[in-house]
């Protein structure tokens, strides 16, 4: 095997190398000559067309056959997760800190909230017809213009107290700040089965001191005529039912862990993997 | 390579004492020991623990840890210890920064090293399994030795054995130390392990010669004692004997890489190269598209993990040890697992004559009487001799062979076939007694009838034997006098001779008739005896005459000459078929003897070595009736070179006789210049194979690149540098070895093949998720799951192809051009098969997505919201929100979906890697639904089994999802069959790089060309004596049959060229 062992200098190696790129005697570049690499080239370029036109095939395929108007299958949406408002998130989940004389650590969370809340002014709404029936709104049909279905109006005043119209500081100058859960869409999910789920805050860990909260609405409920949904297709203009809560008694400077369920039929709230399915934990000092 | 030899001399010349001067009782007294009584077990102890064990220190091993850390660090090991490190450093930089959601990588980390560590215990264990079988067959056979101590004779293990002690010898023993001889009878040594000679040496207790290595009362360890017995004291033990300081100086030639590993080598290269040029561009990429510099990072590790192949290193090893195995089975064992691939490439062979190409044992091979010469059937299991034996001359003759002859069995042998019976006597005699045997039966009633009542044993001053017996006929009173030995001396002795039956005077004619019959079988190598009888007269030697074999007080002239009879060591019966596999497998068989040329010379012709029809310059100049200088050695394809010449030669002088002929025999070498030989082919550019068994032959087998030791005839020394063992001792082991490596070679090509593919639809993922920043399509501990899951037992299975039909008639492959894995092949499966591949898994990829809420057009630019822990109303294409977790729990799908889909396309992957030129449908192979079957149903348990582990990322998936690859999976499967009718249809078209069908070409020799063109004259494309090119797969052969290649004239090409070029002028001549 030593035979094969030959050292080469460094400019034998760069030699070689140039005859490798072209070889004036064979006319051999790059190993073969340049009608080959023609041909390979087209082969390639050809090869590479018919691959694109196959994938972008079956994709047309793939779109001819989804269902526009809900998904196929909703394998991982079994519950609908829950987020608040405020959302500031710490390494370990929602975390919300604010001094309360100082109006530059509120500011950001009181804007937010406007922000989220201009979603919901009657402006915004006006699309949204006023349901008052407390069961589910089901549609069978397409009643809505363009083939699309009804939605009903949900509007920041429903809030009441934490509507931002009332106080635009959402309370948290004073110490009684508001949140808004909202609960996630989920096409076609019947929560509650047939009684209205309701938003519950508690502190974790703490069962001696009750916490005391206000709900807008009354009794902290989504109204069943949210739902069900039928899909952004079907409903372009469809925006979720909001609970607010407001802290009434928190003690200052003290870190406490608040846990905000929905509780309801069909809601589960007790998945150890996934935190926001069904709840939400808040730390508030 | 003179040093281990100029340097031998010079040591050995001091190394010996002067012992084989010194009388007996100088011994004595040297050594405290006593010739009758032996050393004390006390003294011997003494001494035992002073000089060591008398065994020779094994060749110093590599320490097991280094070997271990060897295979940890060795390979892609090294790739994946980097990808590990990365993981921890960036584990390390987010436990900094305080956030711990990033346990991933610690646990990404720690897998991959445990991937690393696994697999290296696992070549580690493989490796040391092959080892382990080697060193339990040296164990086979512990040696004894007889013993005088405390004045009893005992028999102890030979490592017990110390300077001073008195050992008794006899034939059939091995020496088992350096022993000086203080008594001898009829004592014969075969040195041909120490010197090459292949006589066996007359032992004596005289002090005969100034140097200690030709005085004949030194007997050396290892080698055998032929006959007689002998009493000898120990004056060397272990590494200082003799054999001990050769097999020390064989250490300093050092081992070579085996061709595999080059192989491997080459191929860890090729795809780190890839790996690391591709992970550092996209890291620039993912750098400047405004990544963290932690996310980057982590790509890299990712596209490393997606390159390289971790499963393949060990199948490699694990086919190469089923190779192993199966040579093992076929009496080839094998050392070095990575030697199972270079006897595969090997493209010369120098062989041993004696016991390797031949039986190692004299046989009658022809018989002259009444003027006629017969043959002998020499064939290993003869049970007949179908010669004409009614001639009354035959009766005569069978009746010298069976009385003049001193040769036994040993006893309770009746029930062995006649050729296995072992013999007390010398060679030649052993040959006559199995010869009488056969034919006659049983031959020691015959002697018993004829009572022998005088003897005189062969001796080298009269060069005959003879002895006188009482003739069975109970009415015949006479005396018959019968002698055998060298036939000119037998000649001289005879007044008559016999033909058929009858005493005719023995004129000039009958002598030239002689002399013709005697130089004919002469001329065939072969040894000759002649035979001659006497009737004493009654009268003159009545019953009771006495006779006197001191002063020859009886006839010893006038004798009746009644025949010859010529022995040969003839050539193992399956010998000559498995060199002319050899010859179409384009391998070189040297033949490399210490014997007298003319009977290399015939042995060579008798297997084929030297074929029918070529000639040396010997037989040309006899042919042509002048000089041998005259004439033209470039026209003679044969050669034999006597040692003595070839002791004179340069080495640019044996470059040309290696080069310019194809048949070559080396006759009267000694065994160190079997190692000139192997340098010389080497420089040739040649893989060489080596057989020996001799000490001497051990920096041969060394310095080969494949050593091949005997394992019967062989020394421990050879065994031990050689890299493969023949237990038979038989060369057609050697072939089927041969036979084995090349498929090896050619299944690890499939295996290679069908692992770097999905490489391709692993990578992918990665770069199209940094690019287009889609949720990432498969995890990196997922691909682990495929390399070492799915995929190990389906590449081990396509270690079980067949050959695919010309494996023995292509050419050995070509070191610097056949590599394992070429560009070629590397292209194939990453930049066609591999992105069929791809494209089918994204298919199933986006299909999951589409179905589960997320439609392609949605996924594009996600990645940066989709991994954002503090979003947990994700919004999808129907409007519905997702948390993080449901998120993650459907990115898992899309794991498991693109995990099944590759899984799906390896199928079709494994049964196009089947044949590389072959359809499928023209070869089967059972083991391949073993990996297929386990395939599946390691991804069917992953899935729905495991899919509710969240450590391992996969999730159960929805069954209907393992359909949507198999479109793409027939696609690959069909592309490929087009692609092989393509190659056999077309060979050398110009497309053929992209189609991976730059092969060897197929080489068939003339002789079985012609037998597939019907026997008829046909003349092919000719660029040697021998060989002829044909385009892969004989396209040719159907156009055999026109007319026009009938009458064809030779058209010779100048080179080797290559397939293009034999093709291409076949074409054009076809035009003309």
Known sequence: MATLKEKKTCSERMEDFRRFVWNPETKLFMGRTLINWVWISLYYLAFYVVMSGIFALSIYCLMRTVNPYEPDYQDHLKSPGVTLRPDVYGSRGLQIYYNISDNKTWDGLVTTLQTFLTAYTPAAQHLNINCTNDTYFFQDTFDGPNKTKLSCKFTSDMLQNCSGITDPTFGFPEGKPCFIIKMNRIINFLPGNGTAPRVNCTYVGDESSLLEVDYYPVNGTFNLHYFPYYGKKAQPSYSNPLVAVKFLNITRNVEHRILCKVIGAGIISDNVYDPYEGRTLLKNT | ?1072
């Open chain 2, 1 to 1072: 390579m003179k040093s281990p030899f100029c340097s031998l001399s010079f040591s050995l010349s001091f190394g010996i004492q002067d012992d084989h001067r010194l009388s007996a009782s100088e011994l004595e007294t040297k050594y405290g020991t006593s010739i009758s009584e032996g050393l004390s077990s006390a003294k011997a102890a003494q001494v035992l623990a002073r000089d060591g064990p008398n065994a020779l220190t094994p060749p110093k091993a590599t320490p097991e840890i280094v070997k271990f850390l060897k295979q940890m660090i060795g390979g892609f090991s090294i790739l994946l210890w980097i990808g590990a490190v990365f993981s921890w450093i960036s584990f390390g930089i987010q436990l900094a920064q305080g956030t711990v959601s990033f346990i991933d990588q610690l646990y990404l980390g720690v897998v991959l090293a445990l991937v690393v560590i696994l697999t290296g215990i696992f070549a580690y264990y493989q490796e040391a399994k092959s080892t382990n079988i080697m060193a339990s067959f040296s164990k086979m056979i512990p040696q004894q030795a007889l013993v005088i101590r405390d004045g009893e004779k005992k028999e102890l293990p030979a490592d017990q054995l110390v300077v001073g002690d008195i050992v008794e010898i006899k034939g059939g023993d091995r020496i088992p130390a350096d022993i000086r001889l203080i008594f001898a009878q009829g004592c014969k040594v075969d040195n041909s392990s120490l010197t090459g000679e292949s006589e066996p040496q007359s032992r004596s207790c005289d002090f005969t010669h100034e140097n200690p290595l030709e005085t004949k009362n030194i007997a050396f360890y290892s080698t055998t004692c032929v006959e007689g017995t002998a009493t000898g004291i120990v004056i060397n033990t272990g590494d200082r004997t003799i054999i001990g300081r050769i097999a020390s100086l064989t250490s300093g030639v050092g081992n070579e890489k085996t061709p595999i590993a080059i192989e491997i080598e080459h191929f860890v290269y090729l795809v780190a190269g890839v790996a690391i040029s591709i992970g550092v561009l996209f890291f620039i990429i993912s750098v400047s598209m405004r990544y963290k510099i932690l996310d980057s990072i982590i790509f890299l590790i990712g596209i490393i993990v997606a390159n390289v192949p971790e499963g393949l290193l060990a199948t490699v090893t694990v086919s190469l040890s089923l190779t192993a195995k199966r040579m093992a089975k076929k009496n080839c064992l094998v050392k070095n697992l990575e030697a199972v691939e270079t006897l595969g490439s090997t493209s010369v062979i120098c062989s041993d004559k004696t016991g390797t190409l031949t039986q190692n044992r004299m046989t009658v091979a022809h018989l002259w009487f009444d003027n006629q010469i017969y043959s002998a059937d020499t064939s290993e299991d003869q049970t007949t001799q179908p010669f004409d034996q009614s001639s009354p001359s035959w009766t005569a003759l069978s009746k010298i062979v069976t009385l003049c002859n001193r040769a036994e069995f040993r006893p309770g042998q009746e029930n062995l076939p006649i050729m296995k019976r072992v013999v007390v006597g010398d060679a030649s005699e052993t040959a006559l007694l199995k010869f009488a045997e056969v034919i006659l039966g049983d031959v020691m009633n015959i002697r018993a009838q004829n009572k022998k009542v005088a003897e005189i044993p062969f001796n080298s001053t009269n060069k005959f034997q003879l002895s006188i017996h009482k003739t069975d006929d109970p009415n015949d009173e006479r005396f018959l006098l019968v002698m055998k030995g060298a036939p000119e001396r037998i000649l001289e002795r005879c007044s008559t001779i016999m033909i058929n039956g009858k005493e005719e005077p023995l004129d000039s004619e009958k002598a030239e008739a002689f002399q013709t019959a005697y130089m004919e079988l002469g001329g065939m190598g072969e040894r000759v005896l002649g035979f001659c009888h006497l009737y004493l007269p009654e009268n003159e030697f009545p019953d009771t005459y006495s006779f006197d074999t001191d002063s020859m007080n009886f006839p010893t002239s006038n004798l009746c000459f009644v025949g010859l009879l010529s022995m040969i060591d003839p050539p193992r019966s399956t010998v000559p078929d498995a060199v002319s596999k050899c010859r179409s497998a384009g391998i070189k068989v040297i033949m490399v003897t210490g014997d007298h040329p003319i009977t290399a010379k015939a042995i060579a012709k008798s297997v084929g070595i030297i074929s029918a029809t070529s000639e040396t310059v010997e037989d040309i100049a006899k042919r042509l009736n002048i000089p041998v200088e005259q004439v033209n050695w470039r026209e003679a394809t044969a050669a034999v070179v006597n040692g003595m010449e070839l002791k004179d030669m340069s080495s640019q002088q044996l470059d040309e006789i290696l080069c310019n002929h194809s048949e070559i025999v080396f006759a009267r070498t000694s065994p160190q210049q079997k190692l000139i030989i192997v340098e010389g082919c080497q420089r040739q550019g040649a893989v060489v194979a080596v057989t020996g068994d001799g000490v001497n032959d051990s920096p041969a087998l060394k310095k080969a690149d494949i050593g091949i030791a005997m394992g019967i005839a062989g020394s421990d020394a050879a065994k031990n540098a050689a890299d493969m063992v023949l237990l038979d001792d038989n060369f057609a082991s050697i072939v089927t070895g041969v036979e084995e490596g090349r498929l090896i070679f050619d299944n690890l090509k499939k295996t290679i093949a069908y692992t770097l593919t999905k490489n391709i639809a692993e990578l992918c993922p990665f770069l199209i998720y940094i690019i287009a920043s889609i949720p990432l399509p498969i995890g990196t501990i997922t691909i682990l799951f495929i390399d070492l899951g799915t995929d190990i037992i389906p590449s081990v299975a396509l270690a079980y192809e067949k050959a695919e039909s010309d494996i023995m008639n292509r050419r050995p492959r070509n070191k610097r051009k056949d590599r394992l894995v070429n560009e070629q092949l590397a292209i194939y499966s990453y930049l066609q098969i591999g992105i069929m591949q791809s494209v089918g898994a994204f298919v199933t990829y986006f299909t999951v997505y589409a179905e589960q809420g997320f439609l392609p057009s949605t996924l594009l630019g996600v990645r940066v919201n989709w991994e954002n822990n503090a979003i947990n109303d994700f919004e999808d294409s129907y409007g519905q929100e997702w948390t993080k977790y449901q998120r993650t729990y459907l990115q898992w799908t899309g794991y498991t979906a693109f995990f099944v889909s590759i899984t799906i396309q390896q199928v079709a992957d494994l049964i196009i890697r089947k044949t590389r030129r072959n359809s499928i449908f023209q070869q089967g192979n059972k083991v391949i639904w073993v990996g297929i079957f386990s395939q599946i149903g390691i991804a069917l348990i992953l899935t729905y089994g495991l899919g509710h582990v969240t450590a391992l990322n996969f999730t159960p998936l929805r069954f209907q999802y393992w359909f949507v690859a198999v479109p793409f999976a027939i696609l690959i499967w069909v592309y490929d069959e087009v692609r092989k009718l393509f190659i056999r249809r077309y060979p050398g078209n110009h497309l053929h790089p992209i189609f991976l069908s730059k092969e060897n070409i197929t080489n068939f020799p003339i002789s079985s060309l012609l037998l597939q063109a019907g026997g008829t004259r046909t003349c092919i494309i000719k660029t040697h004596p021998h060989h002829c090119l044909l385009p892969p797969y004989g396209d040719l052969l159907p156009l055999l049959t026109k007319p026009l290649l009938l009458e064809c004239p030779v058209c010779a090409i100048s080179s080797m060229g290559s397939p293009h070029d034999g093709v291409k002028e076949f074409h054009d001549y076809e035009k003309k």
